[in-house]
């Protein structure tokens, strides 16, 4: 597994499943059953998709009585969406000098094209 922890994040939530228990997890603490109720695999499976996640610090758990509930750590969250914030942000501000280059290409293209067409309305076009 990648060493950095925003490689470990985005590798952990590759997988689809593990994204749909980080969703789950963003309405509140679950166990590792209530987690594996609603898919058709094992409570092994599910905790190995939970043990990912553990390692990539997306979640975590505790112990309560007899309960072993599992929180999601938001802090990776925000990690991996400043992450995808900063392209976003290059890449607007790339867009927008390019809307601004083509659209002082536009201005010019129509500042040649005025004279000739004067000509034409006039007649004196060659």
């Known amino acids: 597994m990648a060493a950095d922890p925003l490689s470990r994040a985005f590798s952990a939530l590759a997988d689809p499943t593990r994204r749909d ?4 997890l963003t309405t509140g603490d679950a166990t590792v059953n209530e987690l594996a109720a609603p898919y058709e695999v094992s409570l092994q499976a599910v905790s ?3 043990r990912v996640l553990e390692e ?14 599992v929180h999601l750590e938001a802090e990776v969250l925000d990690l991996m969406t400043k992450w995808i914030e ?4 290059q890449a607007e501000e790339r867009f927008q000098r390019l809307d601004s280059v ?14 000739v067409d004067a000509d034409v309305r006039e007649g004196t076009a060659p």
């Open 102 to 115: 083509l659209e002082q290409m536009q201005e010019q293209e129509q500042d040649r094209a005025t004279p």
């Open 86 to 89: 900063r392209y976003r942000r």
């Open 21 to 24: 228990l980080v969703a789950r």
């Open 48 to 50: 190995r998709h939970l």
């Open 56 to 69: 990539a610090g997306l979640v975590s758990r505790s112990r309560e009585a007899q309960r072993r509930p």
